[in-house]
């Protein structure tokens, strides 16, 4: 069955980094687009960066353009999120997904907490 399992996140200070990392199994991961999603608290969750199966292409959210980078190794089934310049708004849950047909598929989320 598909899985996708989050890390990397944590407490971080303004301006500060993180990377993420979404490990995925149960599925080619090669032949898939690859989705990061936040969710903030009280808030609906968004997209935040999407990866081409291959990598060639990337789409960032207005929000995080400059800031963020997607990017995937597919030879170790993973997808990562570079998150550089982090703000107290970008504190969230963040999720990896996955759409296979018609079904969307997520992992269990990474807290990210940007806070002085």
């Known amino acids: 069955q598909v899985q996708l399992v989050e890390s990397g996140g944590g407490l971080v200070q303004p301006g500060g980094s993180l990377r993420l990392s979404c490990a995925a199994s149960?599925?080619?991961?090669?032949?898939?687009?690859m989705n990061w999603y936040r969710q903030a608290p009280g808030k609906e969750r968004e997209l935040v960066a999407a990866i081409s199966s291959t990598g060639t292409s990337t789409n960032y959210a207005d929000f995080v353009k400059g800031r963020f980078t997607i990017s995937r190794n597919n030879a170790q089934n993973t997808v990562y999120l570079q998150m550089n310049s982090l703000e107290p708004e970008d504190t969230a849950v963040y999720y990896c997904?996955?759409?296979?047909?018609?079904?969307?598929?997520w992992g269990q989320g990474t807290q990210v907490t940007v806070s002085s």
């Open positions: 997904s996955v759409r296979r047909a018609n079904d969307y598929y």
């Open positions: 149960g599925f080619t991961f090669r032949i898939y687009a």
